[in-house]
């Protein structure tokens, strides 16, 4: 906290001194030259980064801030006041910049923690009292009312809950449990109020698990090194060496000033970052946030791709898939019908009944004598007409199956589907199949990304095999992991980056801890502020998949661009450089110099604003 306000305050002294060093210039005030008021304002900032440096050597770390302060220094030593102003203020703010990143980080997983579980509901001989989590021990009989979240894991005591898991599977079809069945905490209580029994305390059950996860994966993942950090690894010792030599042969400390004026770094200090805000910049007008241009710069040297399947590579919702209806029945009428009654519900199919119907032009009717029987269906009076839909066991009780349903029985018996059985005045008329549909611009994602050179695309997701492998075949994936839960995604991600850097794609809280600890996670997040946009480096904000590849597009025409001016600059740097130091540039010319190169790279980097597209098509295929 004292370092952020430090590094706050510098900004603004250097700020301030640029203004009011410029106002003394421009209106001829006598109270301080110019000169003076420049160096008063940058000497903290050259304090406070010789600081920051011999901190880093001690780790062993030497990057481009040593560059600035050997920059500013030299440009104090010359008599270059204003450089160094401008130097201070940019390397200041750029500081700033990444303790504004942390702070939201650490906001981020604040929230995350915010939405857990605080109390349960605990049953004893003087009935059921509220407590708080923390309280509960192993054995507790928690009542767990309809709508709550489940507080710790546990196992089921009733003989039938239904449960929405997606925020710990990414399953967004309720789940049916049964008696003795295992109950994971953060996972909501969908039908009617249920009894458990704890089998984990809270710091122990699965919420809990994947909040530490979350924290421990952005800890434990290591800086990633930036394109200035390695190309400073080798320019500040050839600067320091080259303006040696040209002192030692020549006796002539005037040339070694010579030299380090022309090798004032700003092609490092400038023109990289320049390009990659504009990149930042570039993918927020696509709908992409990218955290920062260090996310901008990892996801460029991308070469595996991880899909979370629900909500990711799929729509993450209950799409109608099909209508089995009895003999001489349409099915328009039977959707009508069951939309017209859904309105009634608080289920989540029904919100997708009613668009589904809508988007077909249905005119739907106020339902009434509306009986919802939770986690099975619910019964109304539809213009009269009786309807019944829902659960099996609930539209057709223990009687058999019509001939003309058995076929859809068969075909989804084991796949992963919501099945809504719909009566009209006591007899069958429809059965309707939701289940997962696989976006439409998955397919064209996957090809894009390929071509763009990532070589593995793999899917990891929560749900079982069956499904996991049928939406892999359909888009010829490389590998697919099922029925993994937080940890396990964690594992697999650690174990593709330690192959080859590695992007993670998902949006739910399950997938939070994977994201984290990718190389860098993208986080669809569209839906809501999930925990997944929280420990995410990017976030798309539109609600479909193409944005990923467009992502990876800007990131590494972004990264090319910086390199291109990096090499340019610092080519032209080192020509000076040796100029300088054979006395052919003395150091006046060679600011003046170093300020020309300085402007060509910064705005050759301004490109990275543009789309690319044009000169993509320009240059043949190539941006």
């Known amino acids: 906290m004292y370092e952020s306000v430090l590094r706050r305050a510098l900004l603004i002294i250097a700020v301030l001194g640029l203004a009011l060093g410029l106002g003394v210039w421009r209106n001829g005030i006598d109270i301080a030259s110019p000169d003076m008021i420049w160096t008063a304002a940058t000497l903290p900032v050259v304090a406070a980064l010789a600081i920051s440096i011999l901190r880093d050597f001690w780790i062993g770390r030497i990057g481009v801030d040593a560059i600035a302060l050997v920059s500013m220094s030299a440009a104090l030593l010359l008599g270059q006041a204003l450089a160094a102003v401008v130097v201070a203020i940019m390397y200041a703010g750029g500081t700033v910049l990444e303790d504004l990143a942390r702070g939201r980080a650490e906001r981020n997983l604040r929230a995350l923690t915010d939405r857990a579980p605080r109390v349960a509901h605990r049953k004893s001989a003087h009935g059921t009292e509220t407590v708080a989590i923390d309280q509960v021990a192993v054995g507790d009989e928690l009542l767990v009312r309809a709508g709550e979240l489940l507080p710790v894991d546990g196992v089921l005591i009733d003989a039938s809950a239904q449960v929405d898991e997606s925020t710990v599977t990414g399953e967004p079809l309720p789940e049916r449990r049964g008696a003795g069945d295992a109950l994971r905490s953060g996972t909501v209580n969908v039908g009617e109020a249920f009894v458990m029994r704890a089998s984990a305390i809270a710091d122990k059950s699965t919420y809990a698990a994947i909040v530490r996860m979350v924290a421990a994966a952005q800890t434990a993942k290591a800086p990633f090194i930036r394109i200035a950090d390695r190309f400073a690894l080798l320019l500040l010792p050839a600067t320091l060496l080259i303006a040696a030599i040209a002192w030692y042969l020549s006796g002539d400390p005037i040339r070694a000033l010579a030299v380090l004026v022309v090798a004032t770094p700003c092609p490092l ?23 920062g241009s260090a996310a901008l710069e990892a996801l460029a040297q991308i070469r595996t791709a991880i899909f979370d399947k629900t909500g990711t590579l799929t729509l993450g919702g209950a799409e109608l898939i099909e209508i089995d209806v009895a003999p001489g029945q349409g099915t328009n009428e039977p959707l009508r019908l069951l939309a017209s009654l859904e309105q009634a519900s608080h289920h989540v199919l029904a919100d997708s009944i009613v668009r589904i119907a809508r988007h077909g032009n249905l005119l739907l009717s106020q339902p009434c004598d509306v009986r919802e029987h939770r ?9 009269g007409i009786s309807v019944v839909a829902g659960s099996r066991p609930l539209v057709l009780g223990s009687g058999p199956l019509p001939n003309w349903a058995e076929s859809g029985e068969s075909r989804y018996r084991d796949t992963q589907v919501l ?37 593995r695309i793999v899917m990891l997701t929560g749900d079982d095999g069956a499904a996991a492998e049928k939406v892999s075949a359909s888009l010829d994936l490389d590998a697919v992991f099922a029925d993994a839960t937080p940890a396990d995604k964690v594992g697999t991600v650690e174990a593709e980056k330690a192959a ?25 997040g569209a839906r809501g502020g999930t925990a997944s946009s929280e420990a995410a480096d990017v976030v798309v904000l539109t609600d479909r998949l193409e944005p990923v590849a467009e992502a990876l597009r800007i990131a590494r025409r972004t990264r090319g661009i910086a390199l291109q001016s990096i090499v340019v600059g610092l080519g032209l740097s080192g020509a000076a450089m040796i100029a300088a130091a054979m006395g052919h540039i003395t150091p006046v010319a060679g600011a003046l110099l170093q300020e020309g190169i300085d402007v060509a790279v910064i705005v050759n980097a301004l490109r990275a604003l543009g789309d690319g597209r044009l000169e993509h098509d320009r240059n043949g295929r190539r941006s």
């Open 500 to 524: 080859a850097p590695t992007m993670m794609v998902g949006d739910g809280i399950n997938d939070a801890p994977a994201l984290a600890a990718a190389t860098v996670g993208i986080a669809m």
């Open 375 to 383: 986690g099975e269906g619910l019964e109304g009076q539809v213009d």
């Open 269 to 291: 200090i400038l023109a990289a970052p320049v390009a990659f805000i504009g990149g930042v910049s570039r993918a927020a007008r696509a709908g992409i946030l990218m955290k």
């Open 419 to 455: 099945r809504v059985f719909l009566a009209i005045d006591g007899r069958l008329a429809a059965v309707f199949t939701f289940g997962d549909a696989i976006r439409e611009d998955a397919p064209g994602t996957v090809e894009a990304l390929r071509s763009a050179g990532v070589t």
